[in-house]
């Protein structure tokens, strides 16, 4: 039976794979207008790995306004023929 062990890399914190530098980019990249999947391609990392680095952010902001607005429109992006807004 094999046992597992992981390298020891002096730049990462114990059990990381990623760089904080590059998580913090990732990070970065969050707060503008990029998608999770241009970020993820933009850093070389997978968009589940971007959607895992967004769901360890915490927000100041936890509360829902009390009115959203949904709007539907043509868009033909992407091979995809309608958007949403939200």
Do not use: C, W
């Not at 002096?10 to 990623?18: A, E, G, T």
């Not at 990732?26 to 993820?40: C, E, V, W």
């Not at 990392?45 to 680095?53: C, E, N």
Request: proline content about 3%; hydrophobic content about 35%.
């Amino acid at each position: 039976m094999s046992e597992r062990f992981y390298e020891e890399v002096p730049f990462l914190p114990k059990y990381h794979r990623m760089a904080n530098r590059l998580v913090a980019y990732a990070i970065s990249s969050l707060r503008g207008t990029a998608s999770m999947k241009s970020i993820a391609k933009n850093s070389s990392l997978s968009q589940h790995t971007v959607t895992r680095i967004f769901d360890h952010v915490e927000y100041l902001n936890k509360d829902l306004p009390r009115v959203l607005s949904i709007d539907e429109f043509y868009g033909n992006a992407d091979r995809e023929k309608y958007g949403m807004i939200m």
